[in-house]
């Protein structure tokens, strides 16, 4: 019988941030289930602490695989403590992730509008514009909606029929019909 280690707070963040910070059994995410660490092969089966054995799971799907129902394990004070502190400490985790991806997105769409207002000379855009870029980066990939823009900017004159046109390449693009030249 392999000896149970003590799993790092490296180790298991690592293995949370590649699951998405999401149970890999019912993709349940902080801050509605309390994330834990499960071995794929069990310990007492000779499993260890490799990354390759390790995977997310949330507390209810880790506890699961037991045969005794949760309402029979008594919890202490101090568990429940640990237990909150360690919500805490995942729920900030994963809103720091949330955060980093929407500021790279507000960062590439602003990318993209400098470019239609630099073209132009304005100094604002529409919002319903910027909801169209947005809408664009969440349906394909920023290098595509880029381009996208710089192809629409050098064929068109004025602002308004080229912002029609980046539409309707981006929209082509979606489609799967490509972007014309």
Not at 3 to 10: D, G, L, M, P, V
Not at 69 to 85: F, G, H, N, W, Y
Not at 122 to 147: H, P
Request: aromatic share 10%.
């Amino acid at each position: 019988m392999t000896t149970r280690q003590s799993i790092s707070k490296r180790l298991r963040f690592e293995v949370f941030k590649r699951d998405d910070f999401s149970c890999v059994y019912c993709g349940g995410h902080p801050p509605d289930v309390l994330l834990e660490i499960d071995h794929v092969h069990p310990v007492a089966e000779g499993g260890g602490n490799d990354e390759d054995n390790l995977v997310t799971a949330c507390f209810n799907c880790n506890r699961g695989k037991s045969d005794v129902p949760l309402s029979m394990v008594p919890q202490s004070l101090a568990d429940k403590a640990a237990e909150t502190q360690e919500r805490e400490t995942q729920i900030r985790a994963y809103y720091e992730i949330l955060q980093a991806r929407k500021d790279r997105k507000d960062e590439e769409l602003w990318a993209i509008a400098d470019i239609f207002m630099e073209r132009f000379g304005e100094k604002t855009i529409l919002r319903s514009r910027l909801a169209s870029i947005s809408n664009f980066l969440d349906r394909l990939d920023y290098f595509q909606v880029v381009e996208a823009m710089e192809l629409a900017t050098r064929k068109m004159y004025s602002h308004n029929p080229a912002f029609r046109y980046f539409c309707g390449v981006c929209w082509r693009r979606i489609k799967g019909e490509g972007a014309p030249e």
